[in-house]
């Protein structure tokens, strides 16, 4: 308690503060030995006892409060929890938490400083008032006793009890209490009718023994100490005066000690009304803070919601604006944005359903009279030879180009079908392996005219999966068509395999191939690897964008890899089940017959496009490494094959972005 | 005898360039511009098969499809300018036999004429049984028991198809080619509407066919 170091504070300042007397020595604690001293001194058995006990009784508190913590533990954790989560999520209850935080700990200081302060004070005058009563009494003491008559012992006995009784004062209350003491080691005579006197049952052990020693060691001073007495059944604090008294020759000890008690139990009274005041405020500090929060935070918390709902999706949702102060410019702002964006969104949803609109309007505007003039251009083209050359030739050019007119109105169609998101998947449980025949029966005169052979490596014989037959139709058309176009006249490979959950399908070309940079850039619209051979192979340069597209809507990869002057292949991984997803490809992006020969002629692309993941299957290497060996395997091409100069050196310019872009390469 | 051949579409240059083309390959046309005119140019002219543009003003095309299939057999192609899933199929459900997306080549459009007009007389006496069905091919019948099934000759022929081999399981690819005379890859989706027109015909209940059965992921054959 706070009480207790009080009283007893003894300061430098209050030493010298004192005229005519002084504290006991130097000697520190001189009230704090007295209680110990001996009960433990020179007792080292009985020490090592009451250790051990202790410690058992430690251990056994220890186990009390474990078990009681695990049993308990779950629901202090769960409470640990929801006050965290609270704290995190609730603006309110963190500023209330902390303002309560820092007002008990300011509180605390003031209250501390407060209490001690009156504490010093009560003490101060209390010594003060002890040091003049006992100078008096001791002076009316010395005095009583220097005259008086020493004759028989019962009148000595009588008169010391006497002088000793008068300075207990007048009164029901004892104002002060005596300890009258011969001092010790006397080497004169002494008188040995009275040896030792107290009053109330004291004994001299109620004085410490500094101030004792400072009294024995002493002349004529005064010295005082705190110290605790027993009064009845408890103990007291006091302040203990002691000077040297003489009788008859001997000398005595005469220590009065005075009570505190009164003090003590005013300085209690102050603390208890401090504290419940403290309390009291801390509570209504909390509470308006609380308020204070509220009405701050509940806007906020108001623009949070309705935040929320308008990003979910309910546009005419607004913040309810009061008076003119911040919170209300901030909901009016809100509002003024929220309505903007309703504006803007919306404005949006029209223009996609008038894009929509727009696109089947020019679908069917533009095929009606496309059909006409296609029908004109083959009728004219048809009756060429009645022509004479140069209206042959125009009728020729007029058919080729209407034919190339409509392929490219066609994928623009699809295009900005799939772009306004109309494109629906009509996915029906179809065998992959039939329709690659077919498209390849398809393909069978234009893989005549490049002189190429098509080759199915399909081991499982047939593979059913749930698909728009229509759509994986035009992408393997595309990806076949294209490894004719690009294959030199060499062998197409297209192989089929499956595992639990995906299909995959590979065509692979050996013709002219492409660089990583360019394998990078393969579906990007209107993209074409050499625009001076574009004009003659044709196409609309949008296939493989409609390919990626349909792949999309499947949810599949479509993925490319090349290598200049080793071929192209391409891979179109696909659920088994509609809407499922693909954790591996059955067949690796980079063909098996490349080999792992120079690490120069080995550069794997792959892509991963729109909502696809970026599968890293194929070719599972550490990246860094890999990103390392690139720089140095593409030194080693350049030197390797002069011929080639030019060619990996813009692949290495070219590729360096499309690394960060595109994912891995190796 | 020239088969006459119905134009519905109100693109006048188109029908006209149609028209061309048509002579060109021995047909006779005959052209109506507007919908709501069309089943009366139909009932005057009689034609052999009905070219239907699907947008025309006046009554809708899939609505004209609808009004000459209630009351005839004749074979309808439609020219469609969209090749919206949706469309497509609304035509076909609509009666229609076979369409041709715009823009077509005269070749194609030609192809599909020839394909519908298909004389069916080299037909010998034959007749076919699937579950409880029985087919007069010659006849040009099909009864359960003794209520006869009226088909069109499309149906006609796809039901003929699957019977005449009931062991054999038939992609959708190969019944474009033999019943539709489709020689390259074509919309399968032709198949599935015609497949549940004729089911919803010769079925007892459609739902759960025993005439037509599927097989699943590769095609369609006779039920036993």
């Known amino acids: 308690m706070g009480s207790g170091s009080g009283p007893r504070g003894n300061s430098p300042a209050e030493e010298s503060a004192r005229d005519g007397s002084r504290k006991p020595g130097s000697r520190p604690g001189p009230e704090h030995t007295d209680a110990f001293g001996a009960g433990l001194a020179g007792l080292p058995l009985q020490a090592r006892i009451w250790r051990r006990r202790a410690l058992i009784v430690v251990l056994r508190v220890g186990r009390l409060v474990r078990t009681g913590v695990d049993r308990i533990f779950p629901g202090i954790r769960y409470l640990l929890h929801s006050l965290r989560r609270r704290w995190r999520r609730s603006l309110q209850f963190r500023t209330v938490l902390t303002t309560l935080l820092l007002c008990i700990s300011s509180f605390a200081i003031v209250g501390a400083y407060l209490s001690n302060q009156i504490a010093n004070n009560l003490f101060h005058e209390q010594l003060t008032q002890a040091e003049s009563e006992t100078r008096y009494n001791v002076k009316q003491v010395q005095d009583t006793f220097d005259g008086a008559q020493v004759t028989d012992q019962s009148s000595v006995i009588t008169l010391v009890y006497d002088t000793l009784n008068a300075v207990e004062g007048k009164g029901s209350v004892i104002q002060r209490r005596y300890v009258f003491e011969a001092m010790p080691e006397q080497t004169k005579p002494r008188n040995r009718w009275v040896e030792s006197r107290a009053s109330d049952q004291l004994t001299i052990s109620v004085i410490p023994p500094d101030l004792r020693a400072a009294v024995q060691d002493s002349g004529k001073e005064q010295f005082w100490a705190s110290t605790e007495f027993p009064v009845g059944t408890e103990d007291r604090p006091g302040i203990a005066v002691g000077n040297k008294v003489t009788f008859n020759g001997t000398v ?226 595309n990806l076949i068509l294209n490894a004719l176009e690009h294959g030199e006249g060499r062998a197409v490979n297209i192989s089929v395999a499956s595992n639990a959950d995906a299909v995959a399908v590979t065509v692979r070309d050996h013709g002219i191939g492409m660089s990583p940079a360019e394998a990078a850039r393969v579906f990007d619209r209107f993209w074409r690897a050499d625009p001076a051979r574009a004009r003659t192979t044709g196409g609309s340069g949008l296939g493989l964008s409609i390919a990626t597209e349909d792949t999309k809507l499947h949810n599949g990869w479509l993925q490319a890899w090349g290598n200049t002057g080793v071929g192209s292949n391409f891979r179109l991984t696909l659920p088994l089940k509609q809407g499922g997803t693909i954790t591996k490809s059955p067949l690796p992006l980079e063909p098996a017959d490349v080999g792992l020969g120079r690490p120069g002629d080995r550069s794997v692309l792959v892509l991963g496009r729109g909502a696809t993941p970026a599968p890293m299957d194929s070719a599972p290497k550490d990246s860094a490494a890999a990103g390392n060996a690139d720089a140095v395997a593409r030194d080693s091409a350049a030197g390797a094959s002069p011929a080639k100069n030019a060619e990996p050196a813009a692949a290495a310019a070219a590729g360096t972005p499309e690394t960060a872009r595109t994912g891995e390469r190796s | 005898m020239k088969a006459r051949i119905l134009v519905v579409d109100d693109d006048e240059a188109l029908a006209e360039m149609i028209g061309i083309v048509l002579r060109n390959d021995g047909f006779e046309p005959v052209f109506c511009a507007d919908g709501g005119q069309a089943l009366d140019v139909f009932r005057s002219s009689k034609p052999d098969l009905v070219l239907l543009d699907l947008m025309l003003p006046g009554t809708d095309g899939i609505e004209v499809c609808r009004q000459i299939r209630s009351e005839s057999d004749v074979p309808i192609v439609m020219l469609t300018a969209k090749s919206d899933t949706s469309d497509v199929v609304r035509g076909l459900e609509s009666g229609a036999d076979d369409y041709v997306p715009k823009p077509f080549k005269p070749a194609e459009l030609v192809a599909r004429v020839r394909a519908r007009l298909r004389p069916g007389d080299q037909k010998a006496p034959e007749t076919l049984r699937i579950a409880d069905i029985t087919i007069d091919v010659a006849g040009h019948l099909v009864s359960r028991g003794d209520e006869r099934i009226s088909l069109t000759p499309l149906e006609f022929d796809l039901l003929v198809a699957l019977a005449r081999k009931p062991w054999q399981v038939f992609t959708r690819e190969l019944l474009l080619e033999q019943v539709w005379g489709y020689r390259h890859a074509a919309d399968t989706r032709l198949v599935n509407v015609h497949v549940q027109r004729l089911r919803s015909k010769i079925e007892r209940d459609p739902e759960a066919p025993e005439v037509v059965m599927t097989v699943r992921g590769v095609g369609y054959k006779a039920g036993s």
């Open chain 1, 252 to 477: 005595y000890e005469l220590y009065l000690i005075y009570d505190l008690n009164t003090a003590q139990q005013t300085l209690n009274e102050i603390q208890n009304v401090l504290w419940a005041g403290g309390a009291a405020l801390i509570l209504m500090i909390g509470a308006i803070a609380w308020y204070v929060t509220r009405n701050v935070v509940s806007p906020v918390s108001h623009a949070a919601a309705v935040s929320e709902k308008l990003a979910a999706g309910q546009l005419q949702e607004r913040m309810v604006v009061k008076g003119e102060d911040e919170v209300a410019r901030l909901g009016a702002s809100f509002n003024h944005m929220a309505a903007s964006l309703q504006e803007q969104i919306t404005q949006l949803a029209t223009l996609s359903q008038m894009q929509q609109r727009f696109v089947s309007d020019v679908s069917h505007e533009l095929r009606t009279p496309l059909t006409t003039v296609r029908m004109a251009a083959e009728v004219l083209y048809d009756a060429r030879n009645d022509f004479d050359p140069i209206n042959k030739r125009s009728a020729e050019l007029l058919y080729n180009q209407v034919e190339r007119f409509q392929s490219l109105l066609a994928d623009l169609l699809e295009i900005s079908r799939f772009d306004a998101g109309v494109a629906m998947l009509d996915a029906e449980a179809t065998d992959i392996v039939q329709l690659i025949s077919h498209v390849m029966e398809g393909a069978a005169p234009v893989a005549e005219e490049y002189g190429s052979k098509m080759k199915l490596n399909a081991p499982e014989g047939s593979v059913v999966l749930e698909m728009d037959s229509r759509r994986i139709d035009r992408i393997l058309r």
